[in-house]
């Protein structure tokens, strides 16, 4: 069974891979099948979501996640929190605040983020 424990160390697992840029660690951490829907609305899959972690064209300096509500259904968790981050993408600076909801699996491989979803606080 899953633990409220296992996933919230999934998810300080899953921020601080973002804060090192650690594709192999996100990579790792997603699910096959994951799916990520953006700010914008648009759908990407795991193949073009880790496309997007460009060491060199990412320097973030925060990323982390609080305010957690997880709820457990047998070995599935959705979380929904508060995700901070601020630094560099692609030249461009941005400090980001948002809610999110994310749905993790735990399989034979551990436990892997299938989804995510964010909107932004202005």
Known sequence: MLTCEEVLAAEKEWAQAHLNTDTEEIDRLMHPD?????????????????????????DWTEAGSSEHSVRIYGDTAIVI???????VNNGEPFDYQARYTSLWVKDNEGLRIVSDQSTEIS
């Open 34 to 58: 994951y799916t990520i829907i953006k700010p914008d609305g648009s759908v990407w899959d795991k193949k073009k979501a880790l496309a997007s972690y460009i060491p060199g064209k990412r």
């Open 81 to 87: 929190g508060l995700w901070k981050a601020k630094g």
